[in-house]
């Protein structure tokens, strides 16, 4: 292989980025760092499941003790948060619905809601993802097909499907097979189920490439050695102590766990972001030459539902 120096940036980016994410915790005032980039710009968290709308869905979609347990009913919540994979539009739901189950599921209802909000000229949609729209589920409404989907998943039993699995790759197929996902968000979808209990997997097991990671990793290297994007990705996470000392950087970890094959690679987007302003110069296989989205610093103090890291430290111990 052969590194550019967008490579120690991934390191630095890292480090740096993660110091933000515990001062935030700890309370300490804006700005939180002295790098102009990731002070301007708006990057994830280093961690993915320390992201805000993670942190949301582990706590308020998946764990709240007041919405049923069973495995159906958190694959139901699950689904329906992320296919919009905004925060508001399932509070929205829940204003006019109460608690949200499969249980009681009524299209027409959901459909209502959504559609009125949409003409209100709200938007329903992250921005996080382009969500294909699913027209093969027979409706104009791009809301209207990804409820349709949400039921072919339930009524498909495909929470039993994914049960039944023994490896992280044959879930990841049995969602890919689902219309509309493709391989990036099928992905994502799963590392969402699986901090669940529905499955129990090791992040450490499996891992897919999105296309800002795919930047990011041409941006790093000029010349791969021969290796795939996902054997990188791993090269990357049985690396980061090595890198982290050689480079002189205190990487703080949540819970001594290390970063794994989900974070490397979100890291690898974020990376391809922060290289536009970085190392302009240092293109890779992207025509992009600036940074969308700035920070609009939230200074309401966060914290972290640690649940999510309990879970996933059970998977590592029963792989």
Known sequence: MKTTEVYDSYWKFAAERQNVFFKRISGEKHPWTN????????????????DRVSQYLIKNVIYNDLLPQTPDEVLFRIFLFKLFNKIETWELLTKHLGVLTWQEYDFKKY????????????RIYSAAYIMPSVIS??????????LKLIEKVMKEETCDQLMSVRRMQ??????????????FLAYQ????INYSQVINFSESEFVVPGPGAKGGISKCFSDLGGLNLVEIIKFMTDRQEQEFERLGLDFKTIGGRPLQLIDCQNIFCEVDKYARVK???IMGNSERTRIKQTLKAN?????LFSVSYTHLRAHETKA
Request: charged share 30%; aromatic share 8%; no cysteine.
């Open 299 to 303: 200074l309401k103090p966060i914290s």
């Open 170 to 183: 044959d879930a990841f197929e049995i969602i890919k097979a689902l219309p509309g996902l493709g391989d």
């Open 189 to 192: 979808m799963l590392i969402d």
């Open 35 to 50: 790098d102009p980039i990731i002070a301007k710009f708006k990057f994830t968290n280093v961690y993915r499941s320390t």
């Open 137 to 146: 589920m027979g409706y104009e409404r791009k809301h209207a097909n990804h």
């Open 111 to 122: 459909d209502k809601i959504l559609d009125r909000t949409i003409s209100s000229g709200q």
């Open 279 to 281: 190392h302009p110069k």
